[in-house]
């Protein structure tokens, strides 16, 4: 075969221009340090890439974006939780105290200033937020747990569910001893000495007082399971009071007839006859209690929360907000925000309000306010009658005898104040456990979720540096080995370009 010399030059030609691109790889790749610079250089390698970038573009949405909200939404609501904690903590050391049978005037306003303060602050860290967003309002994390401000307008339906376990004692006191002013006021024979009286009955407390009505009073019964296994009804007589001042004027001096019940619109009570209360315990019954309530206070937690309830604000029924807090069998339904920390791994980050903040909470602490106050005007009326037998206006022996006879008509209301105030704390005391217990397994189950989220995220860590130092074997090259394959391909090129160039020095001519 005959070589020409266009084929010689041809060849040559070629051999240079792929010397070049070799030449030009080894550029490329040493300016970027990667193996390739388009799929098509190694089709392999292309692929291998690309599932490795988007395994890592997961890994690194768990471990930068997900697994940090998550751990911030925990924090959040731990903290909630130890503020609540200190909160419940501060109510019961008032309620030991309170309980002691040795309180000066001085005690009892302290007492009386501390719970005030705690009054305000006791639902206050249910709305606590994360980036805006309600962490213990389930999926409502646009809405607070509790008013804001005082409402006057928005009106509710509400369904309470209530158990015999429910029932507690409560004291009720009439005939309060109001001194008389002068001393006219002191002898007058219309004005007579009270003869202050404490009625004791057991209660069911709705969580809202000023009820506008109760709307099942006439048809209210309790249900309970015989021991056949057969759940029976048994009605239950109610008579409807808006105040306990209606109530003593008209039933006179909080009486209730055997087998009834009162119910008090101004502080949601249903109070129950000893007889009913105790067939109530006896047959261990259950009771629902449907009412309506219209204006809601200032740090009163939203009924939506905690009950079955209907938002009945505006008239028209198309814009009536219902809300299902319990489904048909009385399942509590949860709204619960689940984060994806990992490949097919959720955790759900939020706690339930209803988990944490009591909503007999508020109730109790405000009639353990109650309790204090009454118990500081008694013993204040004591003072005064005091200090009358004392002044010269009233040194009169009818004087003085009339003033006895209100002292001791104090002094006994006193004694009955006192008395209650100390049985409230004791018993409120108990309550203050049970709260602390669900703030405690709220906690709890807050620490045992950021312990595996941190086991997560460790995991996470490991999977991103292993996956990154894949992507990196299967990309990268050192610099060191480009470096020697550019010196080899440069070397190449440049020999190629010398053979090049002798070429066309011998021609035809020469050989004649």
Do not use: H
């Amino acid at each position: 075969m005959r070589i020409t010399n266009n084929m010689m030059l041809r060849n040559a030609s070629s051999n240079i221009n792929g010397n070049k691109i070799n030449v030009n790889a080894m550029e490329n790749q040493m300016s970027s340090q990667k193996k390739i610079q388009r799929p098509s250089d190694d089709p392999v390698i292309a692929v291998r890439a690309l599932r490795l970038r988007s395994s890592l573009s997961e890994i690194n949405q768990y471990y930068e974006n997900n697994i940090p909200d998550a751990e911030s939404w925990l924090e959040v609501t731990e903290t909630a939780l130890k503020n609540m904690e200190k909160i419940l903590t501060d109510i019961r050391t008032q309620c030991e105290y309170g309980a002691g049978d040795q309180l000066t005037a001085d005690d009892r306003k302290a007492i009386l200033t501390a719970l005030e303060k705690l009054r305000q602050q006791v639902y206050s860290e249910g709305n606590a937020d994360y980036a805006g967003r309600t962490v213990f309002t389930g999926y409502r994390t646009n809405q607070k747990l509790t008013f804001m401000q005082d409402d006057a307008s928005t009106k509710y339906e509400i369904t309470q569910k209530f158990t015999y376990a429910d029932l507690e004692e409560y004291r009720y006191y009439s005939d309060k001893v109001t001194v008389p002013a002068t001393p006219g006021d002191l002898l007058n024979p219309a004005n007579t000495v009270p003869n202050p009286q404490e009625a004791v009955f057991q209660r069911i407390r709705l969580s809202y007082g000023k009820i506008d009505s109760l709307d099942n009073a006439g048809s209210l019964s309790y249900s309970y399971t015989d021991n056949t296994g057969t759940v029976q009804t048994s009605p239950i007589t109610v008579t409807e009071y808006e105040t306990f001042e209606e109530w003593k004027a008209q039933a006179g001096n909080y009486t209730i007839a055997d087998g009834e019940a009162v119910f008090i619109k101004e502080s949601g009570e249903l109070i129950m006859s000893k007889g009913l209360s105790d067939d109530i315990r006896e047959n261990k019954g259950s009771l629902e209690l449907n009412y309506t309530k219209t204006g809601f206070a200032k740090g009163e937690v939203r009924p939506e929360y905690y009950y079955n309830c209907k938002d009945v604000t505006n008239p028209d029924p198309d814009k009536q907000i219902e809300y299902t807090k319990f489904d048909a069998n009385g399942k509590e339904i949860y709204q619960d925000i689940n984060y994806l920390v990992a490949a097919n791994q959720t955790l759900t980050v939020n706690t339930q309000a209803s988990d944490v903040f009591d909503a007999s909470l508020g109730r109790d602490v405000d009639a353990l306010i109650e309790a204090v106050r009454f118990a500081q005007e008694a013993n204040a009326k004591v003072e005064e009658i005091e200090k009358m037998q004392k002044m010269q206006e009233y040194s009169s022996d009818d004087s003085q005898a009339a003033l006895e006879e209100w002292l001791v008509a104090a002094k006994k209301e006193a004694a009955y104040a006192e008395d209650n105030m100390q049985k409230l704390y004791n018993s409120y005391i108990g309550n203050c456990d049970g709260y602390l217990s669900k703030v405690l397994l709220a906690k709890t189950s807050v620490g045992s979720k950021g312990e595996s989220l941190e086991l997560t995220k460790n995991r996470m860590e490991n999977q991103q540096t292993t996956v990154e130092t894949l992507k990196s074997e299967n990309e990268d090259r050192e610099l060191s080995d480009i470096i020697i394959d550019y010196t080899a391909a440069y070397s190449a090129y440049e020999a190629s370009l010398q053979a090049a160039a002798k070429i066309n020095q011998n021609t035809l001519l020469n050989f004649i």
